[in-house]
């Protein structure tokens, strides 16, 4: 029942994340597209992260991409991340999808086991790719599969 009501919640989320960013335009814009994202994820209890920890955790110079936003959850009982990179063009998206992978990657290689129930978040992590625009997802199933589709709404003409 609750993974119904949180279904439920991110459809909504997401429909009311495609009504402010549907557009004619190749690029909606990214604080549109970053938008409908965290509204279709709920960032309550996550926390924005800087460059300094893209560079560092990721491996992405600030001047590999032209706009990122990565957020990462505040609760230690949770691995809830997501990020979301605007490139200058297309040789940087595709230095921005492999250093994501890597990323991802080197995530799960040093996991610990803590939190076993967390895993399928990272094993199941998917990276999404319109345009210009790279993001990545470690999120449950119903929540990635809103900002997923919030996501891709965007770019729907």
């Known amino acids: ?3 119904q009501i949180a279904l439920i ?3 909504a989320l ?3 994340a495609f009504a402010g960013c549907g ?7 990214f604080e549109a597209v970053a938008e409908a994202v965290k509204s279709a994820v709920g960032t309550g209890s996550m926390a924005e992260q800087d460059s300094a920890y893209i560079e560092n955790m990721i491996g992405l110079a600030s001047g590999s991409y032209e706009q990122a936003l990565v957020m990462v959850t505040n609760m230690g009982t949770s691995i ?3 990020g979301l990179f605007k490139a200058a063009g297309e040789e940087q998206v595709e230095g921005i999808h492999s250093a994501i992978d890597a990323y991802l990657e080197h995530r799960l290689e040093g996991w610990m086991p803590y939190q076993p129930e967390e895993l399928p978040k990272l094993q199941n992590a998917q ?3 319109e345009g210009n625009y ?3 997802l470690i999120l449950s199933e119903d929540v990635k599969a809103a900002a997923s589709s919030a996501f891709t709404g965007c770019f729907a003409g």
């Open 127 to 129: 990276v999404f790719t």
């Open 134 to 136: 790279v993001l990545y």
């Open 80 to 82: 809830d991340e997501f």
């Open 23 to 29: 557009s004619e335009a190749a690029d909606p814009g």
């Open 9 to 11: 919640l991110a459809l």
């Open 14 to 16: 997401c429909l009311a």
């Open 1 to 3: 029942m609750k993974k």
